[in-house]
């Protein structure tokens, strides 16, 4: 009479939400779990037989590699992530327990799917180093990109420059409008600023109607006063909010590595003050 209070371990491994995968030497699939198809979108038929690496992101297969000639080597690799293509071409996020087991020249491993976890965790480091407004980069996310580009331009010897840039008139507009038309128009400011850039530049909000402009490897003191023109004249075109049409302008301060400040901090205070140089000569203007 079958005991009902014993579980054998194939049941065990039908239960399981992860998939245990055993591969042998040579990287073919050997053995895979029923989680296998909830995972990957494969039955296990489908993968028996056929190299592991066949189902790997391609961009993933040299890490892959570099974790099983660890573990054949002798050396430890217990838990680490890749990326996998399922059938339906969707790409997972996997983090994988692997071991070795020399005695049967296999290795058993367990696939959990953290594809979610990832999506939270690429969402969340969005909103910490952008402005939720606007979605452009916000200041702590401005000065890492500034701090990695003086990195670059000292060591490619190329230009950087900051363009701090004060809409003249935007008090006026949430005083005259309210708040809700000034946040549609801080959105659409954010859209022609980066109307007026290189894919390789960057524009983020500081806050208010303050915004900069990271230039990298514009060569020429004229070209990034030309950049630094465009969007002067872009922004004197009128805004359409709500139906309706509100003038601005812009005072523009620039400031370039390495004469005018040798950091972050000194770049982007020396901006600022040529910024308001700009607005108190009556704004409109580039200095």
Sequence with gaps: MKNSGVICLSDVLELMLDAVC???????????SAAFKDIFGYEPCEVIGKPMLDFVYKEDIEITLDAVNTLLSGGSKPRFENRWVRKDGR???????????????????VAHDITERKKFEKQLQHMVGHDQLTGLP??????????????????????L?????????????????????????????????QGCIRGSDTVGRLGGDEFLVLLHGISLRSDVHKTAEKIRKECE???????????????????SYPEMG??????????????????????????
């Design 22 to 32: 055993v591969v042998d030497k040579q990287g073919v699939f050997v053995f895979v």
């Design 91 to 109: 790409v997972v996020h996997i983090l994988w327990s692997v071991r070795w087991s020399d005695s049967h020249q296999f290795r058993i491993a």
């Design 138 to 159: 916000n200041r702590m996310l401005l000065l890492d990109r500034i701090q990695s580009t003086l990195t670059k331009a000292d060591r490619q010897q190329v230009e």
């Design 161 to 193: 420059s900051l363009l701090f840039i004060d809409f003249d008139g935007f008090k006026e507009v949430n005083d005259s409008y309210g708040h809700q038309c000034g946040d549609r128009l801080l959105q659409a400011i954010a859209a022609r600023l």
């Design 237 to 255: 075109q009128a805004f359409v909010i709500d139906e309706h049409s509100l003038q601005l302008s812009v005072s523009i301060g620039i400031a």
């Design 262 to 287: 040798e950091n972050e901090q000194q770049l982007i205070q020396h901006a600022d003050q040529a910024m308001y140089v700009a607005k108190n000569a009556g704004g409109n203007r580039i200095v």
